[in-house]
């Protein structure tokens, strides 16, 4: 039934009770109630929204798993469309990139010239300038082809082009393509084995929850579970702060501190060539490997970072966005072309070219929803068309598909939020494997079935990575592995603790308020400021002391008593457990918000109390800044850029 149909069907019974004098009064009151509302708030020009809307709702109780009974961690269940989540929600208007459509396309490594270009001028002449890479930081135009044609031939993968037809017209843009590479086929066809090796396929959004996917991706993420049964983890935990944060252990299976030191301004740091990338395993085993992430002057291994010296895989998108971006190419298009699509394309590309050979593939894309979300509307469709293009070419017949985010929003408005908060600690993460690889491995695809609703952690990722690499080889992991593979049943007794997840980041936890005002809050917030002023003691000429200038809110850990308590099982068949110990009196933790002065900057961090000597504990990871820092540490941003969230220098711009 329809919203009109329902508001005629209560107009004519209120209309039939009017005939009825004893309840005239009454009815009449009510018809003019009902009228009233429907011509002041005029409900059915938010028809889509309040249906939107009332689903969400409807959600929370009925499409919501229930947690598992014995489960250490249960993480909440979140409604996408909660009130205080909804207010930050709005439409946003479909992408159009400006301009003609493109001249010419690439496929399978060839530069095509477009029909709708021919009919429109007739003969077109090009002229092709190659992306050559120096170095992380530089790309530059390579030697000129001349006076190409439909057909052509890529000698490497990005390329300038400027195209000019017979009454004068110009076409000038950039471009991506697989360009044919010998070396790497020589390499995969000496390396090929007999059995067929699963692709890996993945592309990412960064700074997007599960609930923010749900809410933004509607599209998409229907056809992405209900018509490829793709599992997503709704216990999906982050385990830092930031993306490379979230991407080192899925990459590397360590944290950043437990790598070779890489931050520029650092005594020793050396570029990230030698962590231990799982893509060069998967190289080794004969794969051709592709990585690539857009909008190059936030490069996950590069801001802070000292970057590759030389390319990381086979095929690396960053020499193509370094110029792009410096070329001042116009936001979210290339031309007629939207970026997202160019990099699903690039995608595609992979699979023009190297159909028949194993591939390790992860795009990640920014440029949507790093500082607006609800701007990832924008790439639904396209999302959408991308899935069904690729299932229908096979493309996933002998692939893992993974869509996924590191975490969820950071900077935006939603993160004042308590669901945003968590949120923030809970991304998107998505599997689906082709129906050959289920069948035969039915057991452990029924494990990871049941690890959707287990805390997992990117460390898992990695082993699952690891583990696909062989599938014969068993191993068996425990509650205490830091990192247990999907494809393993992760134990229900698995805590954060457990996985390696700071208290910070943990969304198992059951925070409750604390008074603003409370003495330990108060040292608590010093102590915070206090460590923030270390941290920038060496730069003081240049940065600013800061001072505390008021405390917007601080939650207290509160774990279930039990959680506390308990010590070990008192006897062999570990059933009766031992509750003797004496954490409940002795340790408290705090999560306090606060804004310091000069500059405003909103800092949230995990601090722990011992009551034992009233004295506080905290490291620098477990600091967090909620707002923009904008050029406020301009003096330190450059050459020592660690310090970019925590300096407020003296002389500002």
């Given at each position: 039934?329809?919203?009109?149909?329902?508001i005629?069907?209560?107009?004519m019974m209120?209309l039939?009770?009017l005939?009825?004098?004893?309840?005239?009064?009454?009815?009449?009151m009510?018809?003019?109630?009902i009228?009233?509302?429907?011509?002041?708030y005029?409900?059915?020009a938010?028809s889509?929204?309040?249906?939107?809307?009332a689903?969400?709702?409807?959600?929370m109780f009925?499409?919501?798993?229930?947690?598992?009974?014995?489960?250490?961690?249960?993480?909440?269940?979140?409604n996408?469309?909660?009130?205080?989540i909804?207010?930050?929600?709005q439409?946003?208007?479909?992408?159009?990139?400006?301009?003609e459509?493109?001249?010419?396309?690439?496929y399978?490594?060839?530069?095509l010239?477009?029909?709708?270009?021919?009919?429109?001028?007739?003969e077109i002449?090009c002229?092709?300038?190659?992306?050559?890479?120096?170095?992380?930081?530089?790309t530059?135009?390579g030697?000129?082809?001349?006076?190409?044609?439909?057909g052509?031939?890529l000698?490497?993968?990005?390329?300038?082009?400027?195209c000019?037809?017979?009454?004068?017209?110009?076409?000038?843009?950039?471009?991506?393509?697989?360009?044919y590479?010998?070396?790497?086929f020589?390499?995969?066809?000496k390396l090929?084995?007999?059995?067929?090796?699963?692709?890996?396929?993945?592309?990412?959004?960064?700074?997007v929850?599960?609930?923010s996917?749900?809410?933004n991706?509607?599209?998409?993420?229907?056809y992405?579970?209900e018509?490829?049964?793709g599992?997503?983890?709704?216990?999906?935990?982050?385990v830092?702060d930031?993306?490379?944060?979230?991407?080192?252990?899925?990459?590397?299976?360590?944290t950043?501190?437990?790598?070779?030191?890489?931050r520029?301004?650092?005594?020793?740091?050396k570029t990230?060539?030698?962590?231990?990338?799982?893509?060069?395993?998967?190289?080794?085993?004969?794969?051709v490997?592709?990585?690539?992430e857009?909008?190059?002057?936030?490069?996950?291994?590069?801001?802070?970072?000292?970057?590759?010296?030389?390319?990381?895989?086979?095929?690396?998108?960053r020499?193509?966005?370094?110029?792009?971006?410096?070329?001042?190419?116009p936001?979210?298009?290339?031309?007629?072309?939207?970026?997202?699509r160019?990099?699903?394309?690039?995608i595609?590309?992979?699979?023009?070219?190297?159909?028949?050979?194993?591939?390790?593939?992860?795009?990640?894309h920014?440029e949507?929803?790093?500082?607006?979300?609800?701007?990832?509307?924008?790439a639904?469709?396209?999302?959408?068309t991308?899935?069904?293009?690729?299932?229908?070419?096979g493309?996933?017949?002998?692939a893992l598909?993974?869509?996924?985010?590191?975490?969820?929003a950071r900077?935006?408005?939603?993160?004042?939020?308590?669901q945003?908060?968590?949120e923030?600690?809970m991304p998107?993460?998505g599997?689906?494997f082709?129906?050959?690889?289920?069948?035969?491995?039915?057991?452990e695809i029924?494990n990871?079935?049941?690890n959707?609703h287990?805390?997992?952690?990117?460390f898992d990722?990695?082993?699952?990575?690891?583990?696909?690499?062989?599938?014969?080889?068993?191993k068996?992991?425990?509650t205490?592995?830091?990192g247990i593979?999907?494809?393993?049943?992760?134990?229900?007794?698995?805590?954060?603790?457990?996985a390696d997840?700071?208290?910070?980041w943990?969304?198992?936890?059951n925070?409750?308020t604390?008074?603003n005002?409370?003495?330990?809050v108060v040292?608590a917030?010093?102590?915070?400021?206090?460590?923030?002023?270390?941290?920038?003691?060496?730069?003081r000429s240049?940065?600013?002391?800061l001072y505390l200038?008021?405390?917007?809110?601080?939650?207290?850990?509160?774990l279930?008593?039990?959680v506390l308590?308990?010590?070990?099982?008192?006897?062999?068949?570990?059933?009766?457990?031992?509750?003797?110990?004496?954490?409940?009196s002795?340790?408290?933790?705090?999560q306090v918000?606060?804004?310091t002065?000069?500059?405003?900057?909103?800092?949230?961090?995990?601090?722990?109390?011992?009551?034992?000597d009233?004295?506080?504990?905290?490291n620098?990871?477990?600091?967090?800044r909620?707002?923009?820092?904008?050029?406020?540490p301009?003096?330190?941003?450059?050459?020592?850029?660690?310090?970019?969230r925590?300096?407020?220098?003296?002389?500002?711009?």
């Amino acid at each position: 039934m329809s919203l009109v149909q329902s508001i005629q069907i209560m107009l004519m019974m209120c209309l039939r009770h009017l005939l009825r004098k004893k309840r005239r009064a009454v009815f009449v009151m009510s018809f003019m109630s009902i009228l009233g509302y429907f011509l002041v708030y005029k409900p059915w020009a938010h028809s889509r929204q309040i249906k939107v809307f009332a689903q969400g709702m409807g959600s929370m109780f009925v499409d919501q798993p229930k947690p598992e009974e014995n489960q250490t961690c249960v993480h909440p269940h979140m409604n996408p469309f909660d009130p205080s989540i909804y207010q930050f929600y709005q439409k946003e208007t479909p992408l159009k990139c400006t301009g003609e459509p493109n001249w010419i396309r690439v496929y399978n490594g060839t530069v095509l010239f477009e029909d709708s270009a021919i009919e429109k001028y007739g003969e077109i002449a090009c002229s092709l300038w190659p992306l050559v890479r120096e170095n992380d930081f530089k790309t530059v135009l390579g030697a000129p082809e001349m006076k190409i044609k439909s057909g052509y031939q890529l000698k490497s993968d990005f390329f300038k082009i400027y195209c000019e037809s017979s009454d004068g017209a110009k076409y000038v843009n950039f471009h991506s393509g697989i360009s044919y590479n010998a070396n790497v086929f020589q390499r995969v066809t000496k390396l090929r084995q007999s059995n067929p090796k699963l692709d890996i396929l993945m592309f990412g959004f960064d700074s997007v929850s599960r609930m923010s996917w749900i809410r933004n991706l509607p599209k998409s993420h229907k056809y992405f579970t209900e018509v490829l049964n793709g599992i997503s983890l709704e216990g999906y935990n982050i385990v830092g702060d930031g993306t490379a944060q979230a991407l080192l252990p899925i990459l590397t299976g360590k944290t950043e501190t437990e790598l070779p030191e890489a931050r520029r301004g650092k005594s020793g740091a050396k570029t990230v060539d030698y962590h231990p990338w799982i893509w060069n395993e998967y190289s080794e085993k004969g794969y051709v490997t592709q990585w690539g992430e857009d909008v190059s002057s936030t490069g996950t291994f590069q801001f802070r970072m000292l970057g590759f010296r030389n390319p990381p895989v086979d095929h690396y998108y960053r020499t193509f966005e370094i110029l792009v971006s410096n070329e001042g190419s116009p936001a979210f298009c290339l031309g007629s072309l939207p970026r997202h699509r160019n990099m699903m394309n690039w995608i595609s590309d992979m699979y023009s070219m190297y159909r028949d050979f194993p591939k390790f593939m992860f795009l990640f894309h920014n440029e949507f929803s790093h500082e607006s979300v609800n701007a990832l509307q924008k790439a639904d469709d396209d999302l959408y068309t991308w899935l069904k293009h690729i299932h229908k070419n096979g493309y996933l017949d002998n692939a893992l598909l993974i869509l996924m985010s590191d975490h969820g929003a950071r900077f935006q408005d939603i993160r004042k939020s308590i669901q945003g908060k968590l949120e923030e600690r809970m991304p998107f993460f998505g599997l689906r494997f082709p129906e050959w690889f289920e069948k035969r491995y039915s057991n452990e695809i029924k494990n990871l079935q049941i690890n959707r609703h287990r805390l997992s952690t990117p460390f898992d990722i990695h082993e699952t990575f690891e583990q696909l690499l062989d599938m014969s080889k068993h191993k068996e992991f425990t509650t205490s592995d830091r990192g247990i593979s999907l494809f393993h049943e992760i134990p229900k007794t698995r805590s954060c603790q457990d996985a390696d997840i700071e208290p910070h980041w943990c969304a198992c936890l059951n925070w409750v308020t604390a008074s603003n005002k409370d003495p330990d809050v108060v040292k608590a917030a010093g102590h915070i400021v206090n460590k923030i002023n270390n941290i920038t003691e060496q730069q003081r000429s240049e940065c600013n002391k800061l001072y505390l200038r008021r405390i917007v809110n601080a939650v207290m850990l509160k774990l279930n008593d039990n959680v506390l308590k308990f010590k070990k099982s008192a006897d062999y068949d570990g059933r009766i457990p031992d509750f003797s110990d004496d954490l409940t009196s002795g340790h408290i933790l705090y999560q306090v918000t606060i804004v310091t002065m000069p500059g405003d900057g909103h800092f949230e961090s995990t601090i722990m109390h011992s009551k034992y000597d009233d004295s506080f504990k905290m490291n620098e990871g477990a600091i967090s800044r909620i707002n923009k820092y904008g050029n406020d540490p301009h003096c330190v941003m450059t050459k020592l850029p660690y310090l970019r969230r925590f300096c407020h220098c003296k002389l500002q711009k």
